[in-house]
T-cell receptor, first 112, second 112 residues
């Protein structure tokens, strides 16, 4: 099941710089997209989301961009901080209350 | 801030034994979910539950699995006869009335 793909297994950035995490999807029925952050031995923590009727959503240092025609979304973190080091998952849903389909995750490491 | 809680944090069981994983969703949430993550793989949807019924289940959720909301607070996942391949992190999640699901810390199930 490759409906949601995160092609970069890992990303390393310097503190203060921008982190860009990417996600592609194939199912055109998805209409809501979410980013989760996960630390080892913890559950996924909801970060930010975007509806398919928007192309951008901001929350503090986090911005999610959606390009529906390309079936691509990205998460920008500016400025990156060492505490942002974690695994980031994108997820998609086709219905409210419906199941989430996850990508494989990207390990972000922010160096001081 | 309200959280989803799960017990136990780690369960070791022998192949063929029954296990019950427990979750307490956030109190005003109406929709409940179980997901699992086998080591090194994606987070996978197992089942969703609403109004005391299963609303959706995946192919993974076969007759060996069942869910129950035995009282007003707990939500359980039972595996009747565990197999080695059931070893995974099991996450419970809940949502009030939206796409955004909130996850518990997980139960690590090890089947020997």
């Amino acid at each position: 099941d490759q409906q949601v793909k995160q092609n970069s297994p890992s990303l390393s950035v310097q503190e203060g710089r921008i982190s860009i995490l990417n996600c592609d999807y194939t199912n055109s029925m998805f209409d809501y997209f979410l980013w989760y952050k996960k630390y080892p031995a913890e559950g996924p923590t909801f970060l930010i989301s975007i509806s398919s009727i928007k192309d951008k959503n901001e929350d503090g240092r986090f911005t999610v961009f959606l390009n529906k025609s390309a079936k691509h979304l990205s998460l920008h973190i500016v400025p990156s901080q060492p505490g942002d080091s974690a695994v980031y998952f994108c997820a998609a849903s086709g219905t409210s209350y419906g199941k989430l389909t996850f990508g494989q995750g990207t390990i972000l490491t922010v160096h001081p | 801030e309200p959280e989803v809680t799960q017990t136990p944090s780690h369960q070791v069981t022998q192949m063929g034994q029954e296990v019950i994983l427990r979750c307490v969703p956030i109190s005003n949430h109406l929709y409940f979910y179980w997901y699992r993550q086998i080591l090194g793989q994606k987070v996978e949807f197992l089942v969703s539950f609403y109004n005391n019924e299963i609303s959706e289940k995946s192919e993974i959720f076969d007759d060996q699995f069942s869910v129950e909301r035995p009282d007003g607070s707990n939500f359980t996942l039972k595996i009747r006869s565990t197999k080695l391949e059931d070893s995974a992190m099991y996450f419970c999640a809940s949502t009030p009335d939206s796409y955004e699901q909130y996850f518990g810390p997980g139960t690590r199930l090890t089947v020997t």
